[in-house]
């Protein structure tokens, strides 16, 4: 059998107490995913914690350094299934240095308005994202409205 592939990512969100805007990020590859939105993040090494690895992906991708939120949870502790080979972890993160860019892998980030649900659930995700950014929207929900209206 062949070992699975742990994928981490982040929910980069402008602030993690008070959240209203989320930043996704468009892939520039491989083909099947060139285009589609995504949560920035990678691959897990050998021999890397889940954690240190979405901190190196978003340096490299993005050249930030994060806060972490509590992990979105999931159904399983290796996160949401993505495809036969791979699952995903996801946090919540907030930057704390630097401007994200689209440094590696994307084309283009966006910052989307939280309360904007069906623009945000709108874009075109890959396609095993969908649940997981429903999940997230739901976890945020009363964060989103109370941000609204403090
Ligand atoms: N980063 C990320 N990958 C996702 C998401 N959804 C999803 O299906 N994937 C898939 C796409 C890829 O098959 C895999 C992540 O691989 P990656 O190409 O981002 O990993 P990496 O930066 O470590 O790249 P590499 O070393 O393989 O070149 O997970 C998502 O929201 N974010």
Redesign the pocket.
Known sequence: MSEQ?Q???AAILDSLEHPARLLVAR?T??EQ?AGLW??????V?AGEECEAALHR?LG??LGVRVRLGAELHAEAPDGWR??ER?S?R?WPAEITDGEPHPL??HDELRWMDLADVQAVLGLP?????FP?VQALLDSLSTQVANARTS
């Open positions: 592939i994928v981490v990512g892939r590859a491989p995913f995504e949560f920035p993040g990678g691959k090494e992906e490299e991708e993505l495809n791979a995903m996801v590696e892998d995700w890959i396609p095993a994202d997981i």
